[in-house]
C-alpha cells in the first residue's frame, strides 16, 4: 500500500490537499481536506440586510457575482421583495454569461494541463495540425501559418528554460494520449481564450459596473439604469454592443470549446468508466423566464436523483439540507455528531482539539476546515453534472437533444456522463444551451424598453421600516460549480445569523457522522495511478468538479500561507 498526499492542488481557487491510499496501482481510499477557515458569516452579522449581498461577494475572488445574486435573493426571500421581469433579465444576462465564460476558463486554464501535454506539442507538424483542426471545425484561425506561429511561441519559451505557467506540469507522464498535433491545438486554443475570455467578460461591466464584484445589485432588483434615450443608461447602442459580445462568446464555444472538448473525450474513452463516486445528485434549479419562485419556468429544473436512477425526479427541499462536523475542526454546542439545517448552522472556529497535523492527515479524526453537507441523510454530488442528469431525467427537451447528439458522437450510453469526462462533457453541453438562451433574454431586455417598461427594481421593499421585525429566507443559486445556498435571519433590518453552503462544500466534503466519505472522495476510489511520485490521474478528477476552496473555506492561516505544492509517497 501506497500513500499520497497533494497539499495544496493547484490550478483552483483556494487551498485543498488530498490524501489517498493506493492498492494494486489503483485508490483504494481517499481524503478531501480544505486548510482554511471560513469567516464571512461572522462578518455579516449585525449589518444591514441590504449590505448582505456586498459583503457575500467577498467570498472569493472568482466566484463574486454567484455570492451576490444567492445573498441578494435570500434577503428578498426573507422580506418578501419580487424583483420586476427587467430585473431578472439582468440577472439571467450576468449569471447566464458567467456561466459560460467559467466553463470555457475552467476547461482551457484549469483542466486541459490534464489531459494535454506541452511539451509534446513542440514535435507537432504544423501543416498535420492544421489539417486536423480544419476537420473539426470552422474555426478561422486553423492555418498552417497559424498553428506554426504557436509553435514558435512554444519552443522560444522552451528554449529561455522557464516554462512560465507550463512549468510545473506531468510532461511525458505515461497517462497522456493525444498526438503531438492534437497537443498543439490545445495549445493554441489554451492562448486564445485567454484573449477571448478578457473581451467577453465585458457583458459584466456593461450590466454591473464592474468585473470582479459587480456593484449594481439591490434589495428588490437592480440599479442597472434602462432608458433607450439616454447615454448614462442601458441603452440601444449599449444593446447592440452586447449582442456582439454574446456572438463572440458564441463563436468561441461553438468552434472551439465543443470541439476541444469532443477531442479529448474520444482519445479517452476509458475515462467515461473512471471518477464516478456518489450516485447520487443534486439541484436547486434556476435560469428561469419569471421570478425565483416560479420553478415551472426554470431552464435547468429543480431536483433529486438518487442511486443514478434517470428515470425519475424527485423533488427537493430545502428543509432536508444539513451540515455535519464530526470529521470538521469545528464544534457544533449540540456535539460532534449533530446535523444542524443552514438557519441553526455555526461558524465559529472554536475547535480545541490538536493542532491540525499537515505532515500526514488525522484522518480518523477531524481532518478538515469543510463542513459535510447532506440532503436528507445523504451524499449529493452538485454542479453541471448534476444539473445534466436532472434535466435528463426530466425530460428537458433541450437538455435531452444537445445531451443524445453528442453520447451518440461519442458512441457512448447516458451512463457515461457518470464520470470524470462526464463533468467535463456536461460543462460543454451547459454552455452550449446557456448561450443559445442568453441572446433570446437580451431580446426581451430590448423588447421591454422599446415598449416603455423600464422598471428595474420593487422600491416598495427597499425600506426595511416595510419589513417584518424578524424574517428569514433562502436565496438559491446554480453557479458553475453547481447548487450555491444563502441562508439568512433578520431582525430589525440586520442580520441576526448567515450561512452560505457552496458547491465544493458539497463535493470537497469530508466524511460524516456516519462514516459516508464526500463526493471527491468517492470519486477518486479505483482511479489507476501509473506513478503515484506524478499523481495525473488524481488531479484529472478532481479538478472535473472545478473545485474552488475559497468559496468553501475563507480564511487562510498567513503562517502557512507560503507553503508550495508538494507530492509526498509513503510507501509503508
Not at 291 to 303: C, E, I, K, M, Q
Not at 314 to 335: C, F, H, N
Not at 510 to 517: I, L, T, V, W, Y
Request: charged content about 20%.
Amino acid at each position: 500500500m501506497t500513500r499520497i498526499k497533494i497539499d495544496p492542488v493547484t490550478r483552483i481557487e483556494g487551498h485543498l490537499r488530498i490524501e489517498a491510499e493506493v492498492t494494486g496501482g489503483k485508490v483504494s481510499e481517499a481524503w478531501a481536506s480544505g486548510t482554511m477557515f471560513r469567516g464571512i458569516e461572522k462578518i455579516v452579522e449585525g449589518r444591514d440586510a441590504r449590505e448582505a449581498w456586498i459583503w457575500a461577494q467577498r467570498i472569493c475572488g472568482v466566484c463574486t457575482t454567484v455570492h451576490a445574486i444567492a445573498s441578494v435573493r435570500a434577503v428578498e426571500d426573507a422580506v418578501g421583495a419580487t424583483p420586476p421581469p427587467n430585473a431578472e433579465l439582468v440577472r439571467n444576462l450576468i449569471a447566464g454569461s458567467q456561466l459560460v465564460h467559467d466553463h470555457v476558463i475552467h476547461f482551457y486554464h484549469l483542466h486541459a494541463l490534464d489531459w494535454v501535454d506541452v511539451v509534446s506539442a513542440l514535435k507537432a507538424n504544423p501543416a498535420k495540425a492544421s489539417s486536423l483542426a480544419q476537420s473539426i471545425s470552422d474555426y478561422p484561425l486553423s492555418s498552417t501559418a497559424y498553428f506554426q506561429g504557436v509553435l514558435t511561441r512554444l519552443k522560444t519559451l522552451a528554449d529561455s528554460g522557464q516554462l512560465s505557467l507550463f512549468a510545473s506540469g506531468y510532461w511525458g507522464h505515461p497517462a497522456y494520449q493525444l498526438t503531438a498535433e492534437e497537443n498543439l491545438i490545445a495549445v493554441a486554443h489554451y492562448l486564445d481564450a485567454l484573449e477571448w475570455q478578457r473581451d467577453v467578460i465585458r457583458i459584466h461591466a456593461v450590466l454591473g459596473g464592474k468585473n470582479p464584484h459587480p456593484q449594481t445589485f439591490v434589495v428588490g432588483g437592480m440599479a442597472t439604469p434602462l432608458d433607450p434615450n439616454s447615454p448614462q443608461a442601458i441603452n440601444e447602442e449599449r444593446i447592440t454592443f452586447l449582442r456582439s459580445l454574446l456572438k463572440t462568446m458564441r463563436t468561441f464555444v461553438e468552434q472551439v470549446y465543443l470541439p476541444d472538448v469532443l477531442l479529448v473525450a474520444s482519445a479517452y474513452p476509458e475515462w467515461t468508466k473512471i471518477g464516478g463516486g456518489t450516485r447520487n445528485f443534486l439541484t436547486y434549479g434556476g435560469y428561469g423566464k419569471g421570478s425565483v419562485a416560479d420553478t415551472a419556468s426554470y431552464l435547468f429544473p429543480r431536483g433529486i436523483i438518487r442511486d443514478l436512477d434517470l428515470t425519475r425526479v424527485l423533488p427537493m427541499d430545502q428543509a432536508k439540507i444539513t451540515e455535519q462536523v464530526a470529521r470538521s475542526w469545528y464544534t457544533y454546542p449540540q456535539g460532534n455528531q449533530a446535523a444542524l439545517h443552514p438557519y441553526k448552522g455555526e461558524t465559529d472556529a472554536n475547535y480545541t482539539g490538536p493542532k491540525p497535523p499537515y505532515q500526514w492527515l488525522n484522518t480518523g479524526d477531524k481532518y478538515s476546515w469543510l463542513k459535510a453537507p447532506r440532503y436528507d441523510g445523504q451524499v449529493m454530488e452538485v454542479g453541471p453534472l448534476a444539473r445534466a442528469l436532472v434535466a435528463y431525467a426530466a425530460g428537458v427537451p433541450a437538455v435531452k437533444q444537445s445531451v443524445d447528439a453528442t453520447l451518440k458522437k461519442l458512441g457512448v450510453a447516458p451512463a457515461a456522463l457518470y464520470s470524470t469526462l462526464g463533468r467535463v462533457a456536461a460543462r460543454a453541453l451547459e454552455s452550449e444551451i446557456v448561450m443559445s438562451q442568453l441572446e433570446g433574454w437580451l431580446d426581451e431586455l430590448d423588447r421591454n424598453m422599446n415598449a416603455g417598461d423600464l422598471r428595474i427594481a420593487d422600491t416598495a421593499k427597499w425600506d426595511p421600516s416595510s419589513w417584518p421585525s424578524s424574517a428569514r429566507g433562502f436565496g438559491p443559486h446554480e453557479v458553475p460549480r453547481g447548487s450555491l445556498g444563502h441562508w439568512v435571519e433578520i431582525s430589525d433590518g440586520t442580520i441576526s445569523r448567515y450561512q452560505a453552503v457552496v458547491p465544493t462544500t458539497w463535493n470537497a466534503s469530508p466524511r460524516d457522522a456516519q462514516g459516508q466519505p464526500g463526493p471527491y472522495e468517492q470519486a477518486l476510489v479505483g482511479t489507476p495511478v501509473a506513478d503515484p511520485s506524478r499523481p495525473l490521474e488524481l488531479l484529472r478528477t478532481v479538478h472535473s468538479f472545478d473545485p474552488c476552496l475559497a468559496c468553501a473555506v475563507h480564511v487562510l492561516d498567513a503562517e502557512d500561507g507560503g507553503q508550495r505544492t508538494t507530492v509526498s509517497v509513503d510507501t509503508g
